[in-house]
């Protein structure tokens, strides 16, 4: 009977410490989780924070977090201690098997850690890729997330996206150009059309004067408006405006398409359009 209480107790003993365990490991998960999201809450507007690298860290210190608690109830357990001790003795060969079979897992692994040291892209950029254009919502342990403009998500691989040819729009600088053309007549006066249409780009409110100190005083053109094609029935006019961000670049760019075209139509300056030849039957 004496023998069958102390394995109960010695039992009880080993759930106990397992479940404290456990209890300190998630508490610490979720001490650690809080901290590091409420700094990225108070900090993330600011210019100089870096979101990715502190969300980054926050998953790997997770899950550090998480294979200390692992091994500290692998310790408390008899058996499974063990266990461990054998697998330890034969680690190089279960190393081996483990790196062959995930090695897909430890290329996205390694791939995250790499992106996130030399920063081809952090998250809220702007980048295109292949067939897939979006916003950098998120970038976790084996994946990078995508928003596309339609609101859904892309998941890609780490692994892709180091391997892969990106077009980033906030590289270094968020500062964006956007073109815009219109065609005109043959018998329109350019010069007034390319002033109608410089005219209407530096009044716009998200239009910045991108030029530096030297071409400022050069007085370089602040909206150059140049003649890019002669076509066979039309003038094509190229317009270059300056935003402070993609985003506000391509709504400029849309707004200026429109009231161009409305001063175009008040001021008399024609954009040809096609003719079909209609056929009258009598």
Same mark, same amino acid.
């Given at each position: 009977?004496?023998? $069958?209480?102390?394995?109960?107790?010695?039992?009880?003993?080993?759930? *106990?410490?397992?479940?404290?365990? *456990?209890?300190?490991?998630?508490?610490?998960?979720?001490?650690?989780?809080?901290?590091?999201?409420?700094?990225?809450?108070?900090? #993330?507007?600011?210019?100089?924070?870096?979101?990715? @690298?502190? /969300?980054?860290?926050?998953?790997?210190?997770?899950?550090?977090?998480?294979?200390?608690?692992?091994? =500290?109830? $692998?310790?408390?357990?008899?058996?499974?201690?063990?266990?461990?001790?054998?697998?330890?003795?034969?680690?190089? *060969?279960?190393?081996?098997?483990? &790196? =062959?079979?995930?090695?897909?897992?430890?290329?996205?692994?390694?791939?995250?850690?790499?992106?996130?040291?030399? /920063?081809?892209?952090?998250?809220?950029?702007?980048?295109?890729?292949? @067939?897939?254009?979006?916003?950098?919502?998120?970038?976790?342990?084996?994946?990078? *997330?995508?928003?596309?403009?339609?609101? /859904?998500?892309? $998941?890609?691989?780490?692994?892709?996206?180091?391997?892969?040819?990106?077009?980033?729009?906030?590289?270094?600088?968020?500062?964006?150009?956007?073109?815009?053309?219109?065609?005109?007549?043959?018998?329109?006066?350019?010069?007034?059309?390319?002033?109608?249409?410089?005219?209407?780009?530096?009044?716009?409110?998200? =239009?910045?004067?991108?030029? @530096?100190?030297?071409?400022?005083?050069?007085?370089? %053109?602040?909206?150059?408006?140049?003649?890019?094609?002669? &076509?066979?029935?039309?003038?094509?006019?190229?317009?270059?405006?300056?935003?402070?961000?993609?985003?506000?670049?391509?709504?400029?760019?849309?707004?200026?398409?429109?009231?161009?075209?409305?001063?175009? %139509?008040?001021? #008399?300056?024609?954009?040809?359009?096609?003719?079909?030849?209609?056929?009258? /039957?009598?």
């Amino acid at each position: 009977m004496k023998e $069958i209480m102390d394995y109960l107790k010695q039992d009880i003993s080993i759930l *106990v410490h397992i479940g404290g365990i *456990v209890l300190l490991t998630f508490i610490a998960y979720f001490i650690i989780n809080r901290t590091i999201n409420k700094f990225i809450d108070h900090y #993330g507007d600011r210019d100089n924070f870096d979101t990715t @690298n502190a /969300k980054f860290l926050r998953r790997i210190i997770s899950a550090v977090i998480f294979l200390i608690g692992f091994g =500290f109830v $692998i310790f408390f357990i008899p058996s499974l201690r063990h266990v461990a001790t054998t697998l330890l003795a034969g680690a190089g *060969v279960i190393v081996a098997v483990i &790196g =062959f079979s995930s090695q897909q897992v430890l290329a996205n692994i390694i791939s995250g850690i790499m992106i996130v040291v030399t /920063k081809p892209y952090r998250i809220n950029d702007r980048i295109a890729l292949r @067939n897939v254009e979006g916003i950098i919502e998120d970038i976790t342990l084996r994946h990078t *997330v995508i928003k596309n403009y339609e609101n /859904k998500r892309i $998941i890609i691989p780490n692994s892709i996206m180091s391997s892969e040819v990106i077009t980033n729009a906030n590289f270094t600088d968020d500062i964006c150009c956007e073109w815009v053309e219109l065609s005109v007549a043959y018998t329109a006066d350019i010069k007034k059309a390319k002033d109608l249409m410089k005219d209407e780009m530096t009044k716009h409110p998200l =239009f910045i004067d991108h030029r @530096n100190k030297k071409q400022k005083d050069k007085n370089e %053109d602040i909206a150059p408006v140049r003649v890019m094609s002669v &076509g066979d029935f039309s003038i094509v006019l190229r317009a270059w405006t300056w935003a402070a961000n993609p985003a506000d670049a391509f709504l400029m760019g849309c707004d200026l398409r429109e009231s161009i075209k409305e001063r175009f %139509d008040k001021e #008399g300056i024609e954009i040809p359009y096609p003719y079909n030849n209609v056929i009258l /039957k009598n």
